[in-house]
């Protein structure tokens, strides 16, 4: 196996263009280093801003690529950040977890000129910029016009919403985790948004859409309490979720039923209007899921006007031309 610091250096040469065209764009994060492509599964090193945060799956790190990791940060000018997320440690070893109020707002960094708060410490697991996601962002920024109105659903830091305002739209941003909201205020403050047309919606997804969709709440669901929210069409639905994930209103299982989630979203859209859908089970492959996409438009008598993908970009390499993460925009009549 080669060294660290060997696989370090080719990471950065292979993605020399990028750099060029991210560092011109206004954009100062990335994956500096994909270690489950890249020679080293369970590593994986992020520049976000000030900061270079490297993220450990499982194992530990030996010595030698401690200092080497050590030796690309002062190279960078960064300050080194280490997040232990291995298995059998607890959450709050796993890399210093920290109550809301204890993080420092202070950090951000920069991607296409928007502004977004990252923490050397957080509540949650995750950092609060996914770079993955960028391809999307990018998306966003590009195609969502002043006039649209757009439902971000698992808004998480509200960082889809706030690409998806960057040339004036309305925006609800759905997630029921009350600091990751938190954050996406933080963000919208951070892009000097227009509070009245940026909107925080506090809860669960399920609900939600149901009552936008005109479904409404029904059964045992309707005995909890909700937020209630009027039925209503939008111009573009965001709907990146988590792959797997429980709640008192539903499942989000994205390999058994991705149309549970995907069905409701195409009733709650404007004739011609598009979803940026994704799936992020490593386990399911481009054509599977674009059938499953094609299948339940046509379920919900919408007829797809457009489908595209939009790939990662080189910071998340897959040799095996299938990355885990799958983007579509699907525009539906
Ligand atoms: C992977 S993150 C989504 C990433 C986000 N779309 C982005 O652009 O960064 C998953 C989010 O889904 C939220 N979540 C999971 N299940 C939910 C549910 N049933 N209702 C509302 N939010 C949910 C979590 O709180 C978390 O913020």
Known sequence: MSGLNTLLERAIQVRADLLGRLQAEGTDCWRVFHGVAEGRPGLAVDRYGPLLLVQLFHGDLEPEDLHALEGLAEGMGLRLVLWHRGQGRGAAECHGRRRIEEVDFGLTCCEEGQRFAIAQRSPGLDPWLFLDFRAARRWLRAHVPAEASVLNLFAYTCSAGVSAARQGA??????????????????RELNGLDPERFHFWREDVFPILWQLSGKGVRGRAAQRPYLRVEPRLFDVVILDPPTLARSPFGKV?????????????????????????????????????????????????RELLALEFLAPEEDFPSPDGQPPLKIAVLSAG
């Open 253 to 301: 299982d994205l390999v058994a039923d991705y149309p549970a989630m995907l069905k409701p979203c195409l009733l709650a859209l404007r004739p011609g209007g598009r979803i940026l859908a994704t799936n992020h089970a490593a386990g399911v492959d481009r054509e599977a899921w674009e059938q499953v996409l094609r299948r339940t438009a046509e379920k919900a008598g």
């Open 170 to 187: 309305e925006v609800w941003n759905v997630d029921f985790g009350g600091w990751c909201l938190e954050i996406g205020s933080r963000n």
